[in-house]
């Protein structure tokens, strides 16, 4: 379960559009659409590609976890259900290094709210939910 004491994660419910992208998070995987026509990453995933508009050449694209902080804030009244036991809480949008378009969001696990290293590198871990789903968190490197 999760590294952060009181924190529930919600649990994604797959769509057929993301269903690739959880399924790879179960295997330990991050895995990203990418446009074979202007080679551009995609996430959250898309039924077209944002840059040309194609809809027919997005195929799954396996990358590295690696990304660093780009800016954050600290959560202390979440209306998020699961997220309230755990306040205050780091929200942090992460950069992945492969592609600076493409963001993420983190709570940071084993970093201290507040104490976040902005530029900081960050790697890719995986946390479980309460119905077992893997889901993609964010680790600052030592």
């Not at 290094?97 to 983190?106: A, H, M, Q, R």
Request: hydrophobic fraction near 35%; proline fraction near 11%.
């Amino acid at each position: 379960m999760s590294t952060i004491p009181g924190l529930e994660r919600p649990a994604p419910v797959p769509t057929d559009l993301t269903k690739p992208f959880w399924d790879a998070c179960n295997e330990r995987r991050l895995v990203l659409q990418n446009c074979t026509d202007c080679q551009r990453l995609h996430y959250p995933p898309s039924q077209r590609c944002d840059q040309c508009g194609s809809a027919d050449n997005l195929e799954w694209k396996e990358v590295p976890g690696k990304g660093h902080i780009d800016v954050y804030m600290v959560i202390r009244d979440s209306r998020i259900r699961g997220f309230r036991s755990a306040q205050p809480i780091n929200f942090a949008v992460i950069t992945l290094d492969e592609d600076p378009g493409v963001n993420f969001l983190s709570n940071l696990p084993g970093t201290p709210p507040g104490e976040v290293p902005v530029g900081a590198p960050v790697e890719l871990i995986f946390e479980e939910t309460s119905t077992g789903q893997l889901v993609h968190e964010w680790q600052v490197v030592t």
